[in-house]
C-alpha cells in the first residue's frame, strides 16, 4: 500500500527554518528559500527544493518510510557552497530525532548523494537523499 500518511514538506520546512544555520536563508522578498517541489523557487541562488517518493506504510507498525530529496541548487560557481549546505542538511535530520513541530522520527539508512546540472538554467545541484521512519 502506497500513501502519503504524513505531510512531511511542513515538519522538514519548519526544522530547517528553525536552525541557526538557515536563520538567514531568505530572498530579497524576504521569503525562506526551501521550496516544495511543486512550487516556483526564486530566482536568487542558492535554494532548496524537496521533492519525495511514493511511500510505504506498513500494515501491522503503521510506520512511514517517506524518502525526501533535497536539491540544494545555485551557480556552478557556488558548487563548495552547495556541498556545504547539503552536508549541513543532512546533519540538522541526522543529529536529533525530533522535527520542530514535536513530531519523533528516525533517519533509516544512509543519506545519498548526487550532483547534476539543469540543462536550462545551467545550474548546479546537489542533492540529499534521506529516508525517514515516521509513525503515522
Not at 89 to 105: A, E, K, L, M, P
Not at 115 to 122: A, F, L, V
Amino acid at each position: 500500500m502506497y500513501a502519503v500518511s504524513v505531510d512531511m514538506f511542513p515538519k522538514l520546512f519548519g526544522t530547517l527554518k528553525a536552525h541557526p544555520t538557515f536563520a538567514s536563508f531568505n530572498d530579497s522578498k524576504g521569503r525562506f528559500k526551501v521550496f516544495d517541489g511543486d512550487e516556483s523557487p526564486t530566482a536568487q541562488t542558492p535554494f532548496i527544493t524537496v521533492d519525495f517518493l511514493p511511500v510505504n506504510v506498513h500494515r501491522l507498525t503503521e510506520w512511514s518510510e517517506p524518502e525526501a530529496m533535497f536539491h540544494v541548487t545555485g551557480e556552478g560557481t557556488d558548487a563548495s557552497e552547495l556541498w556545504r549546505l547539503a552536508r549541513e542538511v543532512r546533519d540538522i535530520f541526522c543529529d536529533s530525532n525530533i522535527f520542530s513541530d514535536g513530531t519523533h522520527y528516525e533517519v533509516l539508512g544512509p543519506a545519498l548523494f548526487s550532483q547534476s546540472r539543469n540543462p536550462i538554467t545551467e545550474h548546479k545541484v546537489v542533492t540529499v537523499s534521506l529516508h525517514f521512519g515516521v509513525l503515522s
